[in-house]
């Protein structure tokens, strides 16, 4: 589908167009908004031209007749980049220009970040999302959302072209602080199918099987159902990078540590993604969390 750009849409920019950037903002061109797109290294995403969505040079050119900016990149540091950076969106944006953030990045960075847009007159919502590359692509993103209510409303028709549930869940920062508990939960929940599909390896039990048996109990999950596979094949196409997961373990920690939280299963999970990533393996899909439990338990040599 190609939808064509419709007038009262309205025309969005879309900066960082990665794994997930790319496919959310397709998702927005076949909603029928008009989509100007930015990647910081050209030549990414071509197959977005035949959506229609025009490419700009710099984050100022790409916002410049935007009435919202979607931003999807790595991590705090790369948000900063594209908001305050060398022809960044301040330099280009029309007071008024709604700022959504997509990226997961730390909450501290968001507060800051609204505070220096507002003395600009743009303001900004935090709109992290989950669902992996797959709700991505098929538009059913789960996004928590952090700011101002009539912003978050002002929002809203962007975020439910890209996702299907939205949630305001407080003042801008608290949808980072949402994600953060996500990605903790999936911690336990990625090493607890990885042990588990080790141990059905090792015990000699037809495995899938094993896979399709618990997915009707109490031990079913999203990983359960989508991820076990690649740890059966010990094969880990992307998805959702390891070093990205690790990214996300590190604000989830700090954040623990500034409130007296103890996360000992995302601390242990942490460690295993820092040896994932020193031995080249930090563009795997997280699922390869299983590639570290394989090797301890002598599977693969
Ligand atoms: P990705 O495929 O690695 O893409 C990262 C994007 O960020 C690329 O467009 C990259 O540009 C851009 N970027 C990085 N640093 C930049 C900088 N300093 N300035 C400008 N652009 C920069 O990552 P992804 O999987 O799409 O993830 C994007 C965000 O979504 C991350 O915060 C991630 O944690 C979050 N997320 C991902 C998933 C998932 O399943 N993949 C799920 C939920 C949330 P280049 O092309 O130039 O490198």
């Known amino acids: 589908m190609t939808g064509e750009p419709s007038p009262e849409r309205g025309r969005v920019a ?11 903002a397709a998702n927005l061109a076949r909603a029928g908004f008009a989509v100007t797109g930015w990647n910081r ?6 197959e977005l031209a035949d959506l229609g969505i025009a490419m700009a040079d710099t984050p100022a050119a790409a916002v410049a007749d935007a009435e919202i900016a979607v931003i999807c990149v790595s991590d705090t540091p790369d948000v900063e980049a594209v908001l305050f950076g060398p022809d960044g969106i301040v330099d280009g944006a029309r007071a008024g220009t709604l700022i959504v953030d997509c990226s997961t990045i730390a909450p501290s960075g968001s507060w800051d970040f609204a505070k220096r847009l507002a003395d600009r ?3 900004m919502v935090d709109a992290p999302v989950s669902g992996g590359s797959e709700g991505a692509k098929n538009a059913t993103l789960t996004i928590f959302v952090g700011g101002e209510a ?7 028709r962007v975020l439910t072209a890209m996702g299907r549930t939205i949630t305001h869940v407080g003042p801008i920062g608290a949808g980072q ?3 953060a508990v996500n990605q903790v939960i999936l911690a336990g929940t990625y090493l607890g199918v990885a042990e588990g599909m080790v141990l059905a ?3 000699g039990l037809d495995v899938n099987q094993v896979v399709e048996a618990l997915g ?14 690649r740890m059966i094949d010990n094969d880990y196409p992307l998805g959702f990078k390891v070093s990205l997961h690790r990214k996300d373990l590190g604000i989830a920690l700090d954040l623990a540590a500034q409130l007296g939280a103890v996360l000992p299963v995302s601390a242990l999970a942490a460690q295993l993604e820092t040896g994932l990533i ?24």
Do not use: C, Y
């Open 121 to 123: 007159d743009l303001s």
């Open 201 to 203: 390896i090792k015990a």
């Open 177 to 179: 602080a949402v994600k």
């Open 14 to 24: 879309f900066l960082g167009l990665g794994t997930m950037g790319a496919a959310m």
């Open 278 to 301: 020193a031995t080249s393996h930090g563009d795997d899909d997280m699922s390869a969390l299983a590639r570290a439990i394989r090797s301890l338990s002598a599977l693969d040599s």
């Open 216 to 229: 009707g109990g109490a031990a079913q999950s999203w990983v359960l159902a989508n991820r076990s596979g």
């Open 41 to 46: 290294t050209p030549g990414r995403a071509p």
């Open 150 to 156: 009539s912003d978050v409303e002002r929002a809203r």
